[in-house]
């Protein structure tokens, strides 16, 4: 499950997650666009707080960069 998924069943904005988070909204959104990958900690933190295990995400920018 891509984070965009994970944030809207877990009925979340970005505005939300990042309060929940505290990672910053403009950061969620560089995630779910695949322009930045996250952190081992910043995937562990976005994960727990949208209700999911640490490795429950699947991250788009590390898939990218596996397939090039």
Known sequence: ???RE???RAGLSREGLAR????????IY???HALCSPR?????????A???PRDGIAWP???ARKAA
């Open 1 to 3: 499950m891509l984070l």
């Open 6 to 8: 994970a944030r809207e």
């Open 20 to 27: 929940r988070s505290g990672v910053s909204a403009r950061q």
């Open 30 to 32: 560089d995630i779910e």
């Open 40 to 48: 081992r900690a910043t995937r562990a933190v976005l994960a727990v």
């Open 50 to 52: 949208v209700g999911l």
């Open 61 to 63: 920018a590390q898939a």
